[in-house]
């Protein structure tokens, strides 16, 4: 059997190690912006929480080893100078470790155990594995010996602060391998027949076949693909809890949450070669739609959100979707889709809509997913020109959905709703030059010069040249060298660190080059598309970037980071084959 390529090599800084399926990762990030010494199991049931320390040690002196960190998305290794430890995952809930020339402590994170938090540990009579058990995760993790020796245990059974592990080390043939496993309460002793090297073989296949699926069209152009790939497959996680579905999580770091419009962009990625997965990225924040149609803010395994809601980006996703996914989708999938996307679509229009308005509104920034965007900084509760965009195309999707469905007396109403908010956001918003928001109490005008205000772009050829044609000088004036910046650079109010008041954001770069697309001005489009590419390419794949030097920011594994970058990777591809074709006929 020819052995699956080994994949591309990432520092565990920025990626954590993992499986797709699984709960767990091995990184050093333990908190928001926190990094430990030492590599630690960081599970994020019940939220994320450092569980197990992982040392190398050198064999002779029991101190800690030096070691360098490798990563592959099949094998983790510390290489030191006398031996290596290598991990790999044998299945979502279950890594293998090995070691040779080093032992490997592994010990409780928490460093004290109260009757509500800490983690306590013992070894189990029934089948002789140490046990450690997390009140943070609701977990257990059990460590089987499968050869080698437990050379030293500290802390079993220990109540109050204190050290609490235990020591592999070598006997005669100078090697040792050990299992964890994350469980619930109780499982079978733990079993295996496979050799380290058929897991990790395994785990190599596991995401080569992913690769291949998700970015069958790579190539030397697009150099990041591989390693996008493993973001989105490591980040995703089995059904639990709240999470009704197979998820991708927007990261295994801190943002380990499903977020109510960051999955849209996941489902776009996943759709050609993973349509099953993709429905279910789409659907999941669906499955948390509450009595008056809104979607939570955000869901992730033990919590699900409802004090702030996402813009209504879902029938432009849905849209997009459509046309990504190799198959139509089935009557009764478009049936549902159609409730849940009138449902939504109509929480806007009731609950957001105050008497004798047209134009909906957000309570807060958080609600358009641009949290502290300067369109926000006059009054929080606005009525904005994105939302209202984003309503017209929802309400486009559910005309044509409508019409497929053979519900006609509703396409005629969608449509004649679209049409008289796309009205009102031209007569109440656009000032001729931009568009403005307005307090949604008063009526009082804030310009700002955020890409926010620009967003009306999306809207495409739905919008009047003149408009369109303005949008787009705007918008190139917010291209940096990088990609678009949320806060015009000259802004007294940019920051390179400032969240959405300056950084260059995935969603705001796809949703753009799509609607200048549409709109006909593909010269801008292709540019801001080759520029977050390269970005990518550079600085990784994080939550957001500096718009002036390209470094990375905040969470450094974003998964609609990487999507965004194999959505527009894919296209651009595509139109290259579509061109050269064209030129050879």
């Known amino acids: 059997m020819t052995a699956a390529p080994s994949g591309p090599a990432f520092s565990v800084d920025d990626i954590p190690f993992s499986m797709h399926g699984s709960w767990f990762g091995i990184s050093p990030v333990v908190a928001e912006k926190t990094y430990a010494e030492d590599l630690h199991l960081v599970s994020h049931q019940n939220g994320m929480h450092a569980v197990l320390r992982l040392v190398p040690l050198d064999a002779a002196t029991g101190e800690r080893a030096e070691t360098r960190v490798e990563a592959t998305p099949g094998l983790l290794s510390w290489t030191g100078t006398d031996g290596r430890v290598d991990l790999a995952y044998e299945s979502p809930d279950t890594v293998r470790l090995r070691g040779a020339g080093l032992s490997l402590r592994v010990a409780a994170a928490a460093p004290a155990l109260t009757p509500f938090s800490g983690t306590y540990f013992y070894r189990d009579p029934v089948d002789g594995a140490h046990t450690?058990?997390?009140?943070?995760?609701?977990?257990?993790?059990?460590?089987?010996?499968?050869?080698?020796?437990?050379?030293e245990v500290s802390g079993s059974q220990m109540l109050g602060a204190g050290d609490r592990g235990?020591?592999?080390?070598?006997?005669?043939?100078?090697?040792w391998e050990v299992a964890i496993e994350e469980l619930d309460s109780a499982r079978r002793p733990y079993r295996s027949s496979a050799a380290f090297s058929e897991v990790t073989g395994a785990a190599r296949r596991s995401f080569?076949?992913?690769?291949?699926?998700?970015?069958?069209?790579?190539?030397?152009?697009?150099?990041a693909a591989e390693l996008a790939a493993y973001v989105v497959w490591s980040a995703t996680v089995c059904p639990a809890g709240m999470v009704t579905r197979p998820a991708v999580l927007m990261s295994k770091h801190w943002m380990d949450k499903i977020w109510s419009w960051d999955h849209c962009f996941n489902a776009l990625a996943l759709a050609p070669g993973f349509p099953s997965l993709a429905w279910d990225q789409f659907s999941l924040p669906f499955d948390h739609q509450d009595d008056s149609g809104a979607l939570p803010d955000s869901v992730t395994h033990s919590e699900v959100l409802y004090n702030f809601v996402k813009p209504p980006i879902h029938g432009w996703t849905l849209g997009h979707l459509r046309t990504r996914l190799p198959e139509p989708l089935g009557q009764a999938q478009l049936a549902e889709a159609y409730r849940r996307l009138a449902r939504w679509t109509d929480f806007w229009l009731i609950a957001r809509r105050a008497p004798e308005a047209t134009l909906p509104h957000y309570q807060h920034g958080n609600d358009s997913g641009w949290d502290n965007a300067t369109t926000f900084d006059a009054e929080r509760v606005m009525v904005t020109a994105d939302l209202t965009a984003m309503l017209i195309l929802q309400l486009d999707e559910l005309a044509r959905l409508a019409t497929?469905?053979?519900?006609?007396?509703?396409?005629?109403?969608?449509?004649?709703?679209?049409?008289?908010?796309?009205?009102?956001?031209?007569?109440?918003?656009w000032d001729g030059e931009r568009f403005l928001s307005r307090s949604a109490h008063d009526?009082?005008?804030?310009?700002?010069?955020?890409?926010?205000?620009?967003?009306?772009?999306?809207?495409?050829?739905?919008?009047?040249?003149?408009?369109s044609d303005r949008l787009a000088e705007q918008i190139e004036a917010h291209l940096t060298a990088y990609g678009l910046a949320t806060e015009h650079p000259d802004s007294p109010h940019y920051e390179p660190d400032g969240y959405w008041r300056g950084p260059?954001?995935?969603?705001?770069?796809?949703?753009?080059?799509?609607?200048?697309?549409?709109?006909?001005?593909?010269?801008?489009?292709?540019?801001?598309?080759?520029?977050?590419?390269?970005?990518c390419?550079?600085?990784?794949?994080?939550?957001?970037?500096?718009?002036?030097?390209?470094?990375?920011?905040?969470?450094?594994?974003?998964t609609w980071t990487a999507s965004s970058y194999l959505l527009l990777a894919r296209d651009h591809q595509h139109r290259h084959a579509d061109a050269g074709a064209a030129t050879v006929a």
């Open 132 to 151: 450690f058990t997390s009140y943070e995760t609701g977990r257990r993790y059990r460590i089987t010996l499968l050869s080698g020796t437990v050379a």
């Open 166 to 175: 235990l020591t592999v080390a070598a006997e005669a043939d100078g090697s």
């Open 208 to 223: 080569a076949e992913f690769a291949d699926t998700i970015a069958p069209w790579r190539s030397e152009s697009t150099p």
């Open 404 to 429: 497929e469905l053979g519900f006609l007396d509703d396409v005629r109403h969608r449509i004649r709703t679209a049409d008289a908010l796309q009205v009102a956001l031209l007569d109440e918003l």
């Open 443 to 467: 009526g009082t005008p804030a310009p700002s010069s955020s890409l926010l205000d620009l967003m009306p772009i999306v809207l495409g050829d739905r919008l009047p040249p003149q408009v």
């Open 504 to 535: 260059i954001w995935a969603p705001a770069t796809i949703l753009i080059e799509d609607g200048l697309r549409r709109a006909g001005h593909e010269h801008l489009a292709n540019e801001i598309s080759a520029r977050f590419r390269a970005l």
């Open 537 to 558: 390419e550079t600085s990784g794949f994080a939550e957001n970037f500096d718009a002036l030097t390209g470094q990375g920011l905040r969470d450094r594994a974003y």
